[in-house]
C-alpha cells in the first residue's frame, strides 16, 4: 500500500491548487466545503412544493401538420429541399397527395408503405396512413420508389 504521510507538502506545490482547510471550523470557503452551510433534513416522502389545480381538459383537436422548412444552424435553407432537381424539393412539391414510398432494406428486401405525404425534410419524409391515421417518419436515403395517385 502507498504511503502518502508527505501529501499536504506534495498538493501545495502544484501550480493552482488551493490546500484544504485545515482547521476549519465550517464557516470558511474552502474547494471542499460549500460557502454556505445548508441544513440537512431527511426526507419524508411528503411533496413539499406549491400546491397546484386540477389541469384544463384539452380538447382534442384533428392535427393538421404544418410543412415547414428546415433551416441550418446558421439560418441557410438547405438547396436540396427548395430545387426541385432534388429529390427532397421534388417531393415538397406533393405535399398533400396519396403516395405509395417503396423502401430498399438491406441488399435485397423491398418494404412499401401507402398514406398522404404530409412534410418533406432533408433526410426524411412524413406520411399519414390512411387506415389509422397514424404518422410515419420515413428514412430519405432508404427510398427506391414513390408512387403519385392522381
Do not use: H, W
Not at 411528503?46 to 386540477?54: Q, V
Not at 406533393?94 to 412499401?112: A, P, S
Amino acid at each position: 500500500m502507498l504511503n502518502f504521510s508527505n501529501k499536504n507538502s506534495f498538493f501545495r506545490q502544484m501550480d493552482g491548487y488551493t490546500s484544504p482547510c485545515l482547521n476549519c471550523t465550517g464557516t470558511a470557503s474552502t474547494p471542499y466545503t460549500p460557502s454556505v452551510q445548508s441544513v440537512a433534513q431527511m426526507p419524508t416522502g411528503i411533496p413539499t412544493g406549491p400546491a397546484y389545480s386540477t389541469p384544463m381538459p384539452v380538447q382534442q383537436t384533428p392535427s393538421t401538420a404544418v410543412p415547414q422548412v428546415p433551416i441550418t444552424s446558421d439560418g441557410v435553407i438547405p438547396e436540396t429541399v427548395l430545387n426541385t432537381s432534388y429529390t427532397q424539393g421534388y417531393l415538397r412539391t406533393q405535399i398533400g397527395r396519396k403516395v405509395k414510398v417503396e423502401f430498399l432494406i438491406g441488399t435485397n428486401i423491398f418494404v412499401d408503405r401507402e398514406g398522404t405525404l404530409i412534410d418533406v425534410g432533408a433526410s426524411y419524409i412524413i406520411l399519414r396512413e390512411a387506415e389509422t391515421d397514424d404518422l410515419i417518419l420515413c428514412d430519405m436515403y432508404s427510398i427506391k420508389f414513390v408512387k403519385f395517385y392522381y
